[in-house]
Structure formats: structure tokens, C-alpha cells
């Protein structure tokens, strides 16, 4: 029994910060839970949003470049990420978010015998709202409360040319089961589920005609799924690599230690524990109000406060 508990969060990339900020924390209403930056380059943010700790399974992250190219969605990416809402909360959804920056590509469809609407983020990152029983207690705003909120995530959909290999990772690896088919344009809509939790959801659209997708704004970088602890995230890379992919060693993220695998149909996976959480180097109150760097940035804040532009929240 593989000990993947279901999504840890999703990363992708936008343009403007600003943007982003006002419109995942002040429009769609989750809270700013770190702002921190980029390890790999800190002249850029790494902006998480989440429930009121950022529990597994609620927190969307981003890479904000400003100067960045745009993406391009197809085969081999995360293609929509999938929020929980409660059941009635689609018409308030479908008359705030399109006048603060939002889209609508679908008002209403039925996916697996769910209602949902489809949108896309400022930078044309595609959500879908869900409406599902869900038990976890919502982060709220004065504008958005309790009974509309979101609860975190549903799941996510990957877009493939070929499901088999990502289908035999989610069942040998990850700890997911088949939960239904039905058809999807041009191809198919395969789910998967992981049974006893929330966040649990993986849908594969297969579609052989599907063009290969292009990282850039507007696009997932990788989807983390996620285990209790270290030991977890032992056992879930031993799978993986008796499934002859190749694992990185586990990477120190502050708030979580992580091991990523590029799937053989390319969407980048990542396995990140839940301790030690986003509360190690601040108060849950304060969560979100202030520029965090990892130790090895700290002795540049100043230069690095400086080349990052503010929030506005």
C-alpha cells in the first residue's frame, strides 16, 4: 500500500507577481501562506497559496516571471487544476472571477458525474471548480465565506498522447486505483482516484493527436503528490525506481523535503512530505506577511528585497 496521501500541491508558472497575488488571494480566496523566492534563481518569488496552514492537499504555488514567454497547453503537462467547492457555489463563482481577471471556457459541464465550471487565471492557467462533498475547513474573506469558499484541491488533469505508462506510475507507485472512463473529444477521460482522502483525483485526457505542450506562463510546472514523512517518501521512491524511472535524491524545500521523476509521457512529478510544514519559520498568524529566504540567501536580502517587486496585498 503505497502511503501517498493524495496532491501536496501544484506549481506553475505566471507572469506579473502583482497579478497573481490579487487574483489567487483576493478574487479565488486562498491565503497567502509564504512568500518566499525561487531557490534555483532568487530574483523571482515563489508565492504559495493555501488553506489557513497550507495543509497538503490546498496549496497552489507559482514561479512568477515577469519576462517569461507564454506557454503553450498540450500533451505531456498538467492541463487543469482542479479545486473543491461546495454544492450551489457555481453562480457566485461564475459572476466574481470573471470581473476580477478570470475567463470562463466551460459555465457548466458534468465530468464524471460532477458539476463544475472552467476557468482560466489571468495568465490563462485553466481551473475547474467542482462541486463536491468535501469536509475540510476553508480558508474565508470578507467577500467569500464559508458556504462558497474553496476547500483546496479535487484533483488534476494530465493531458497525454499515450496514458499507459502515467496509469501503470499512479497504480505501481502512487497508490492510485481506477475509477472510470468516458469519452473526451477527440480521445478519452481515464480517472483515477486515491481512496480515503481528500485531493485525491488524477484524470488522464488521452488524445494521440494531442500536440506537445510548451512550458511557459500560463502553464504547470509539476504536480506534488504527497507522504507523511521521510520513511514515506523512501518507500514511494524505491517504487519508482523499480519502475525503471529515474529519481532525484531528496532536495531540502524548507517546508517540506521533495524527490521529482519525469514521467516517460513528461509531466514532471514530485514527491514532498508534509513536515515539517510552512510554520518553521513563521507564526501561523503571520504566515505570508513577510519575505522568508532559505539560509543560504539570507546574507542578500537586502539586494534581493530590492530587485523584487511588492505585492500590493
Known amino acids: 500500500m503505497s502511503p501517498v496521501t493524495g496532491l501536496h500541491h501544484v506549481t506553475a508558472i505566471s507572469g506579473d507577481p502583482h497579478r497573481n497575488a490579487a487574483f489567487y488571494a483576493a478574487a479565488l480566496g486562498q491565503r497567502l501562506i509564504k512568500k518566499t523566492v525561487n531557490f534555483d534563481d532568487p530574483s523571482t518569488y515563489h508565492l504559495y497559496y493555501g488553506d489557513r496552514t497550507g495543509s497538503a492537499g490546498t496549496v497552489m504555488t507559482f514561479f512568477p516571471w515577469s519576462s517569461a514567454p507564454k506557454g503553450a497547453l498540450g500533451a505531456g503537462q498538467a492541463s487543469v487544476t482542479q479545486y473543491a467547492v461546495p454544492f450551489g457555489s457555481l453562480p457566485f463563482w461564475r459572476k466574481r472571477l470573471p470581473a476580477l481577471g478570470a475567463s470562463i471556457v466551460a459555465s457548466e459541464e458534468v465530468v464524471f458525474a460532477e458539476t463544475r465550471a472552467v476557468f482560466a487565471d489571468p495568465d490563462g492557467l485553466l481551473l475547474a471548480l467542482v462541486e463536491t462533498e468535501d469536509p475540510r475547513a476553508p480558508w474565508t474573506t470578507e467577500e467569500i465565506g464559508e458556504d462558497?469558499?474553496?476547500?483546496?484541491?479535487?484533483?488534476?488533469?494530465?493531458?497525454?498522447?499515450?496514458?499507459?505508462?502515467?496509469?501503470?506510475?499512479?497504480?505501481?507507485?502512487?497508490?492510485?486505483?481506477?475509477?472510470?472512463?468516458?469519452?473526451?473529444?477527440?480521445?478519452?477521460?481515464?480517472?483515477?482516484?486515491?481512496?480515503?482522502?481528500?485531493a485525491g483525483v488524477v484524470d488522464l485526457h488521452v488524445d494521440p493527436a494531442l500536440a506537445p505542450g510548451r512550458e511557459g506562463v500560463g502553464t504547470v510546472h509539476h504536480v506534488a503528490f504527497s507522504v507523511p514523512d521521510a520513511a514515506a517518501q523512501d518507500a514511494v521512491r524505491s517504487a519508482l525506481l523499480n519502475l525503471g524511472l529515474q529519481v532525484t535524491p531528496r532536495i531540502d524545500r524548507q517546508y517540506f523535503n521533495a524527490i521529482y521523476t519525469r514521467t516517460p509521457a513528461g509531466v514532471l512529478f514530485e514527491v514532498a512530505t508534509e513536515e515539517p510544514g510552512f510554520a518553521r519559520d513563521e507564526d501561523v498568524e503571520r504566515l505570508g506577511e513577510r519575505l522568508m529566504l532559505p539560509d543560504q540567501y539570507e546574507p542578500h536580502r537586502a539586494r534581493i528585497e530590492a530587485t523584487l517587486p511588492p505585492l500590493g496585498l
Not at 160 to 172: H, N, P, R
Not at 176 to 189: C, I, K, M, S, W
Open 148 to 198: 462558497v469558499a474553496v476547500r483546496g484541491f479535487h484533483g488534476v488533469t494530465l493531458a497525454l498522447q499515450d496514458g499507459e505508462s502515467t496509469a501503470s506510475i499512479l497504480t505501481g507507485a502512487l497508490g492510485y486505483a481506477p475509477d472510470g472512463t468516458q469519452a473526451q473529444g477527440r480521445g478519452e477521460l481515464r480517472r483515477f482516484r486515491r481512496a480515503g482522502g481528500v
